[in-house]
């Protein structure tokens, strides 16, 4: 069995609804969820737009590829509504990245796994820590708690009371 986590942000309409759903679909069609991480709330990351994410990230076990994986990925945001534009940061419904798939690194046109910006992003650094402290980036060596600490993004990020 494969573990992958997966980073979740929604900052359009029912935001925490959006996440539930996400993760719903995601259990029904990816593989079983057997962590999650708290909600946070957090700052738009390099937008002009200001309506806060809610963010989260899970651990799914799954028998899927990782390309499988990246495709039950795009028809979850299809179906929620997510219009993938040229545009990199925008607002969205849904937003679902693979930080991790196992501890492989995969360089390929359509993806990149992991995900190569997590060390630049608190929103990710956070719930992940919360779930995975010691697991160690495959690239960078360096665990999840390290990098959070060298994390250089300061944006306030905090535990949502919404689930």
Request: charged share 25%; glycine share 4%; aromatic share 8%.
């Amino acid at each position: 069995m494969n573990k992958a986590y997966l980073s979740l942000g929604s900052n359009r309409g029912d935001r925490a609804g959006n996440l539930n759903k996400a993760v719903n679909l995601l259990g029904e069609w990816a593989g079983n969820i057997s962590a999650f991480s708290s909600i946070y709330e957090t700052p738009p990351w390099r937008m002009t737009d200001n309506v806060d994410f809610l963010n989260q990230v899970i651990l799914v076990e799954t028998d899927l590829l990782p390309g499988q994986l990246m495709g039950i990925i795009f028809r979850i945001e299809s179906i929620m509504g997510r219009i993938r534009t040229s545009h990199k940061y925008e607002p969205r419904t849904i937003d679902i990245d693979i930080l991790f798939y196992n501890d492989e690194v995969i360089k390929e046109e359509a993806l990149v796994i992991p995900h190569p910006l997590i060390q630049e992003r608190r929103f990710v650094l956070e719930p992940m820590a919360e779930l995975a402290p010691d697991f160690i980036h495959p690239v960078l060596r360096k665990n999840i708690a390290r990098l959070l600490v060298d994390c250089e993004d300061k944006s306030v990020i905090q535990k949502s009371v919404s689930k």
